[in-house]
Each structure stands twice: as C-alpha cells, then as structure tokens.
C-alpha cells in the first residue's frame, strides 16, 4: 500500500492532502503539535471507513529532538514512503527563539524540512517513484540573507516566513543533487493566498490583515487541485510551483553553490547543538 507523511497534516492545505491520499487508498500518516486536531483527523477518516490507514503522531516539529524522535519513528513504521508533504508553519509577529536557540520559523519552516527530507530519503528510495512536495518560495521569496540567518535583525513574521521558504528552494536544490541516483523528485510550490488558519501568534495590526486573507484567500481545494498534477507526474526531478504554474529553477534562487552552502552552514549548525 503505498505510504503518504504529512507534516502539518492536521490543517489546512496538509489535512486537504491527507484527505485526498486517503481517498486514493494511501496509509497516511499526519503529524501536528494539537491532538484535539489529530483525534478530529481519525475520527473523520473512520467515518469515511478509511480509519485503518489514518495515523497521527504528536510532535513539535520546532524542536530537533522532536524532529530526530518523529522521523526514527516513521523510519521505523513506514520503511516505504511514497509522497512527503513538507507543510508545518508557524507565524509569530514577534521574533522567538526555540530551546535550541534558533529562530523559530527557521526551525519549524527550514531545519525540520531539511531534517524530515534527509531523515527520510532512505525510506523515501524504498519506493518505486518517491515525490516531496516542500513549500518553498518558488524563487520568490529571497535573497537569503547569509549574514544573519537568525534574523536577528529587521524581523518580520512575514518576512521569517519567506526568509525560511527562500531556504527550503535551496535545500531542494541541493537534496536532487545528493540523492540524484533515486528515484525521489522534489517538488517546491508557493500556493499563493489560501484561506486556512493561517496558524499563528499575531500582533493586532497584522492580525486584522490576515482575518482579511481567510476571507479573500483562494479555498483550500484550489490550492490542491492546482498542485496535485505537478505531485502526480513531477516534469523534472527539481520542479518549482507557482500557483499552479511551473517556474524556472534557472534562476538564482536556486543556485547549487548557495545550495551546497546552505547544506554546510546547516550541518555546522545542528553538529553545534
Ligand atoms: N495559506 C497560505 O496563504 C499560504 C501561502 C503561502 C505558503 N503557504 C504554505 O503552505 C503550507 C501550508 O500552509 P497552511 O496555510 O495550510 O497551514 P495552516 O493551516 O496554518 O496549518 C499549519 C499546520 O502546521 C502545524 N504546525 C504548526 N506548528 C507546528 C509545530 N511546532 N510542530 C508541528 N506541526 C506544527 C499545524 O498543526 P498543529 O496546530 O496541530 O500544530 C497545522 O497542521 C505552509 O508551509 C505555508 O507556509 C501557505
């Protein structure tokens, strides 16, 4: 049967996906912070008589043991694993520090990709044809700023965000590489506005501003409907997504010397720990 893992899976653009690989006879495993969200994730897939194959696990992905506990446990499970969804974020207005020390979208929306994706490349070769879908930046969201990856000035919660998607293209970039002999494709998407949680901590300004998108954001099925071909037949083994539209990874967003650099820098970072 094949095998579908979800960070994020809980909500939002994640929980639509899991609902869809559901229905497409995948064992899908979701992992979230809330196990309110998690129980409501089985509940709904017993009533839809697909409970056998609906898994939760609870971990706070902003946290490295948690992800290093997380992806031995699904290393251990799930030795195949056909599709990756990379979807766990964050917003905090304010800057935040993890106990850790790194800044928090750079933990939650960067590291535990980078962690998730590598952790798992074993189990994702197993498979026939293997596809990760992390959402990146699609070229857009940079240029990463390499003297302060910490954010430690100017912060924005917009900004951390995108700061963290412009990492995630590069650690796609530089994952295709390393792992060029498997069959695993790598497949970045921005999705554009979406109405969802929008799962955050939010000052009132910024608060008010993102009530607005819930409202004025595309519906989640569009979202998916608009990324699931690219997932179903991946054009390249790097493909990069924006809003249902593939972009150029020519550009230098998705520079493989930026990419092997990142690749060191974050490697230096978790040896450090
Ligand atoms: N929505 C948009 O307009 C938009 C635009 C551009 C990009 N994107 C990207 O698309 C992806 C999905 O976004 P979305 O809007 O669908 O997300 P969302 O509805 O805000 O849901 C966020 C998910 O992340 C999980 N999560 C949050 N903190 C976590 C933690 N510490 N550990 C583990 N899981 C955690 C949440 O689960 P719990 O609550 O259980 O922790 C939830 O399942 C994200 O990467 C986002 O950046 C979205």
């Known amino acids: ?37 998690g129980e409501e994730f089985l509940a709904a897939a017993e009533h839809a008589g697909a409970g056998g194959r609906a898994h939760f696990l ?33 917003h905090r207005s304010t800057r ?12 939650l929306y960067y590291l535990s990709r980078y962690l998730f994706s590598h952790g798992l490349a074993e189990a994702l070769g197993h498979a026939e044809r293997a596809v990760v879908l992390n959402f990146g930046g699609a070229g857009l969201t940079g240029p990463v700023r390499w003297d302060d990856l910490q954010l430690r000035r100017g912060y924005s919660g917009t900004g951390g965000l995108g700061h963290s998607a ?21 497949v970045l998407n921005h999705p554009g506005v979406v109405s969802t949680s929008f799962a955050g901590e939010y000052e009132p300004a910024t608060a008010a501003h993102v009530d607005g998108l819930r409202v004025s954001g595309k519906p989640v ?52 720990l």
């Open 1 to 37: 049967m094949p095998t579908t893992v979800i960070t994020g899976g809980t909500d939002g653009i994640g929980r639509a996906l899991a609902t869809t690989y559901l229905a497409r006879g995948h064992d899908v495993l979701v992992v979230g912070t809330s196990t309110a969200k």
């Open 221 to 272: 099925s569009q979202a998916v409907e608009q990324i699931l071909p690219f997932l179903d037949t991946p054009p390249t083994r790097l493909t990069a997504v924006l809003e249902g539209q593939r972009v150029s990874t020519s550009t230098a967003a998705f520079d493989p010397g930026d990419a092997a650099r990142l690749h060191d820098v974050t490697e230096n970072l978790l040896a450090g």
């Open 96 to 107: 935040t520090q993890t106990s850790d020390g790194f800044e928090s979208n750079f933990a």
């Open 166 to 186: 412009a990492l995630c293209d590069l650690l796609g970039v530089h994952f295709t590489r390393l792992y060029q002999d498997s069959a695993i494709d790598y």
């Open 58 to 90: 609870q971990a706070d992905l902003s946290l490295v043991a948690e992800n290093r506990r997380a992806v031995e446990w699904i290393a251990c499970n799930h030795p195949s694993i056909d599709v990756l969804v990379l979807g766990a974020r964050f």
